[in-house]
């Protein structure tokens, strides 16, 4: 394939072009294609027709006329029938009070073909399923296929998954927050659609349910989409354990049960139990890091509202489990004697000895509850049910007990009910235990030094902690992490910032010793570049109790203790930094007396465990797409290099986002692009903004989305995904090389280029994001216009408002370009690697994704907000230029104009709905134009930061 002349002609005949050229030339839709998504587009048009009826009825006649036309007018764009000033001008005379229904419209419309997407997705796969097809990558059927192909044996795969994990992070990262009320629609409709394709129905039927459907619309388009007020911690609490009864009380027992089924049937003698593979973690509440909200009471409130969903569940299950297990002594064969002596009652006075038996765990669990929770969480019933019973010490008590009545259930040959709701709670404590999900601290090292700094020098022990190197740094810390003696006391006079620190890491104590170890099990050192800035976090654990030395001085720690390794730099001393930590004898006795699995605490003599944690969204803000993808990569593998060679387990924590400039992408293929080595049966990751929503938000997306994460932990552990063979050497220089030319590539842009920072905050809404009521954390670490202290949500977020998606690929392009030359064994090579080596393909699909998703004619209009016109053309010349070429570059070495060509899914949605962003991107740049003109008013605020809600949820993982 020839080069692309349009990447190498003049860069003003490049720009025009660009700005010409709808992106719909590169997303390639056949006959057969069209075909498949028909179903699709029926679905979307019936309830978009719902919604115009809505509208009409309730918005005006006018408002309708200006939604319809807007929709006519976007694809008519598309098919180059008008131009975008056609559309555009229909928005500059109306009021924003006008303007607003029209947003809403199309926000509304954005949700509902969110909906019918994940339908026509679960519709696909039932047709598949039900003809007998194969099983397809990412399900746990083709798993095991490809598992039983490699004739593992027991002890190998025992081995491999002794400490098996998937623990999926859940942040307070929201560039979507959805309302309560617009998520219980939006599953409703969900529900109503489904029956209306799978159930057959009258017509008097059909037309009821039609109006049901059209009500939950009602609902939606009287819902506000976007709060008045900012979200608080509190929210963004409540918001995810909504998830909790919405999808994983279900899902994540059955999933867990299923998978430790089939590997004990295919691996009997693997020793796997008791392996339950999924756990969940969480941020909300312990993540400081720039946040100045999240205090000790924050801490407090957010582990116990862990717990009281945890164990409400289990109590409610309990009572629909004595409803059902009703058998009668006189008409089951003979009770077993465990469950006699479970119940308390006499034998001839008690003809329902389950239900006795059930009672006796349900006052244990209350008992249990109003010591660790209080009375405010129990109804009077529940506390009449106590009457003396003993708590349970721990999880493992509950669990005994319903052990007992499941053995006697399968006693009277009742496996069937015994394996039901019996199981599933039973599988549900051994995941969620009391505390539900671990909450997860971080903080950044520039806070931990100035505490530390403060608390020696309140203790008398270093008068000026900062003014001294790393050696010393690390002896001094070293000295008082082997010291029973604390730095403070209850009289101890400090800053306000020691004193919340410290308030912090004591309410985690705490909630360690209500719940669990299991309830704080990691503390995160954000931008972590050095042995002392991991000590230093351990300084504060120590005062909180939560790390202390045994009678021999032996070092313990219930809480793991994870650098997070973000800027390309970093990543690249990680291993160094690792590798002399283990070098200090105390922290290596620490490593070596953890436990390796998920549930620190333990001390059971295994190899020790070392968590990591990878920052995907300040590599790229650092570096560029392709240099921090790299970058992470080079990391992973140094990383297992010095585990292996210290002889510890290693854990890798990912800091993925939504987006591809934060990480995201397909999980199953970011899984499966990890070296080899890096997953060892263990993978924990965040999931973060409007990613939560569309994976969990119903059981049958969180199953599917739980099983991918499964499926590509199983394979990369177990078998080899790489690839490259004896390759690889050659291949990772190669990556060296182009990663190195891409980092230059955007660095000319980004940290050098005067005017940048300029041309970004002006060309974008940055600003107006800060006001967007989507989060309680502020926008900047600190009160600067660097780039560097930006946080990644608002970089990604505010590149993907005006459709431009820089991190997801700028300076690729120039790398292959440069690096390929005119040699076509170069381009042969780099085609190779895009076919069998999982990493490449990855790179190179998910920034296909991303300029599937980029418009260089709306960004056009976005750089027309730059009021420097010279600074506007300079830079927008710049990106146009880098986005053709990246598009050229893309073609050659996949050999196809199609950039989706290996996601269907993402093909269907842009090619049937991204025709209605067009709406929602111009009525934006209108009002920026007038907001910054000095329109500025509350309604104008609100009408901006509802485009961007409509947006971030039309694209779907933009931030």
């Given at each position: 394939m ?6 190498s002609?003049?860069?003003a ?49 006018e ?11 976007a ?8 131009t ?7 928005y500059?005379?109306p009021s924003?009070?006008e303007l ?40 746990l059927?083709a ?7 490699a ?6 795969v ?19 927050t ?11 409709i969900?529900?109503?659609?489904r ?39 509190s ?32 691996y009997?003698?693997s ?7 999924i ?8 993540d ?46 003979p ?7 479970l119940?308390?009652?006499?034998p ?32 009077a019933t529940?506390?009449?049910?106590v ?13 005994a ?46 806070t ?7 608390l ?11 003014a001294?190197?790393?050696?010393d ?14 730095l ?27 719940f ?5 099990p ?12 991991m ?8 005062e909180a109790?939560l ?14 203790v ?5 800027t390309?730099?970093?990543l690249?001393?990680?291993a160094?930094?690792i ?17 390796s ?8 003599g ?9 920052g ?23 990383l ?44 924990r ?17 969180a ?5 991918t ?20 050497q050659?291949a990772?220089?190669v ?18 280029t ?11 809404p ?7 009521n ?5 926008t ?5 216009t660097?780039?560097?202290d ?7 977020l ?39 080596w ?20 709306l960004?056009?209009?976005?750089a ?19 986005h ?9 070495i ?7 060509a ?19 991107n ?5 009002l920026l ?31």
């Open positions: 020839q080069p692309d002349s349009r990447a002609a003049d860069p005949d490049v720009v025009a072009r660009a700005v010409s050229t709808p992106m719909i030339e590169h997303i390639l839709v056949d006959d057969t294609g069209r075909a498949a998504t028909e179903p699709l587009r029926e679905d979307i048009r019936f309830l978009g027709g719902l919604l115009g009826e809505v509208i009409k009825a309730h918005a005006g006649p408002t309708f006329a200006l939604v319809e036309n807007s929709r006519r007018d694809f008519a764009i598309r098919y180059s029938e008008i975008r000033d056609d559309l555009a001008g229909r500059t005379a924003v009070r607003m229904p029209v947003i809403r419209a199309f926000s509304n419309f954005a949700l509902l073909a969110n909906l019918a997407e994940d339908l026509h997705r679960e519709r696909r796969r039932r047709i598949h399923l039900r003809a007998g097809d194969p099983p397809v990558p990412s399900s059927e798993t095991f296929t490809a598992l039983a192909g004739q593992l044996a027991d002890g190998e025992g081995a491999s998954l002794a400490h098996a994990a998937v623990v999926p992070v859940i942040t307070a990262h929201p560039t979507e959805r309302r309560r009320s617009v998520f219980e629609a939006q599953n409703r969900t529900e109503l659609m029956t209306r394709a799978r159930t057959e129905l009258t017509p008097a039927e059909q037309q009821g349910l039609d109006r049901e459907i059209s009500e939950q619309i009602l609902r939606l388009w009287q819902t506000a989409l976007i709060r008045l007020r900012r979200l608080t911690i929210d963004e609490i409540t918001t995810g354990l909504r998830y909790y009864d919405a999808s994983f009380f279900q899902v994540i027992p059955n999933l867990n049960r299923d998978v430790r089924a089939a590997l004990t049937g295919a009997p003698g020793g796997l139990e008791d392996l339950s593979m756990r969940m973690g969480s941020w909300i509440g312990g400081r890091d720039g946040n100045p909200y999240v205090t000790g009471a924050v801490v407090t409130e957010a582990t116990t509202a862990a717990a009281v969903t945890a164990m409400r569940h289990h109590l409610d299950e309990l009572t629909l489990l004595r409803q059902e297990l009703a058998m009668s002594a006189r008409l089951v064969p009770i077993t004697e465990g469950l006699r002596a119940s308390g009652a006499v001839e006075d008690d003809d329902e000895p389950f239900r006795s038996a059930l009672r006796t765990v349900q006052a244990r669990l209350v008992a249990t509850m109003l010591e660790l929770l209080g009375p405010e969480y129990l109804s529940e506390m009449s049910w009457q003396g019973h003993p708590v349970y010490a721990d999880p493992a008590e509950l669990l007990d319903l052990d007992t009545v499941d053995g006697a259930l399968r006693a009277v040959v009742d496996d069937v009910i015994a394996d039901n709701r019996l199981g599933a709670l039973r599988e549900a404590v051994r995941t969620f235990g009391f505390h539900l999900s671990g909450l997860d601290m971080r903080q950044n090292s520039e931990h030094e100035e505490v530390v700094s403060e020696l020098r309140w203790a008398g022990v270093c008068d000026d902690y900062t001294l190197g790393e050696a740094r690390v002896a001094l810390l070293s000295a008082e992490l082997t010291s029973r003696r604390p403070t006391g209850p009289d101890s006079e400090l800053s306000d910032l020691a004193v919340k620190e410290l308030g912090v890491v004591r309410a985690a104590a705490q909630a360690v010793r209500r669990g170890p299991e309830a704080v990691t503390y995160i050192i954000s931008m972590c570049q050095s042995v002392s800035d000590l230093e976090a351990m300084i504060l654990l120590k109790g790390y202390e030395l045994d009678g021999d001085g032996m070092p313990s720690c219930t809480v793991r994870a650098p997070l390794f973000e390309i730099e970093d690249q001393a990680g160094g930094i590798t002399a930590a283990l070098e200090l004898p105390f922290y290596r006795a620490m490593i070596d007396g953890s436990d699995d998920c549930a620190p605490g333990s001390r059971r295994q190899q020790g465990a070392q968590e990591v944690m990878l995907y969204s300040d590599s790229n803000k650092d570096g560029g797409y392709l240099a921090a993808n790299w970058a992470l990569y080079r990391a992973e593998l140094d297992v290099a010095a585990a292996k060679e210290a002889g510890i387990t290693l854990r890798l924590f990912h800091g993925r986002g939504g987006t591809v400039g934060r990480g995201g992408g397909p999980s199953y293929d970011a899984i499966l692009a990890q070296p080899p080595g890096a997953v060892q049966g263990a993978l990751l965040t999931e973060q903004g409007e990613i939560i929503a569309a994976k969990y938000a119903e059981p049958v997306g199953r599917r989305n739980l099983e994460l499964l499926a590509a932990t199983l394979e990369s552990t177990l078998l080899d995904t790489e690839g490259l063979g004896d390759d690889s050659e990772y220089a990556l060296d090389e182009l990663a190195a030319l891409a980092r230059e590539a955007y660095s000319e842009l980004v940290h050098r005067p005017g940048f920072v300029e041309y970004f905050t002006d060309s974008t940055l600003s107006e994001i800060g006001a967007l989507i989060g309680s954390r502020p900047s670490r600190k009160q600067t660097a780039i560097s930006l946080r990644a949500i608002p970089w990604v505010s590149w993907t408002q005006c459709r431009v998606m820089l991190p997801g690929w700028y300076g690729t392009g120039s790398a292959f370009a440069q690096w390929i030359g005119d040699d076509p064994d170069r381009l042969a090579l780099l085609s190779d690697y895009y076919r069998r999982p990493f490449f393909r990855s790179v190179m699909s998910n920034m296909a994704q991303v300029l599937a998703k980029s418009d260089m004619g960004a056009a209009r976005y027309e907000l730059v009021p420097d016109a010279a600074l506007r053309e300079r830079v927008f010349t710049m990106i146009a230029v880098e053709a070429r990246t598009l050229d570059m893309y073609r050659r996949a050999g196809t104009d199609d950039l989706l290996d996601n269907d899914a993402l093909k269907r949605s842009v090619h049937n709905r991204f025709p209605y962003l067009e709406p929602l111009l009525m934006q740049i209108e134009k007038r907001f910054r003109g000095g329109e500025d008013t509350g309604e104008i605020r609100r009408a901006i930061q509802l485009t961007m809600n409509g947006l971030a949820t039309a694209l779907r993982n933009s931030g």
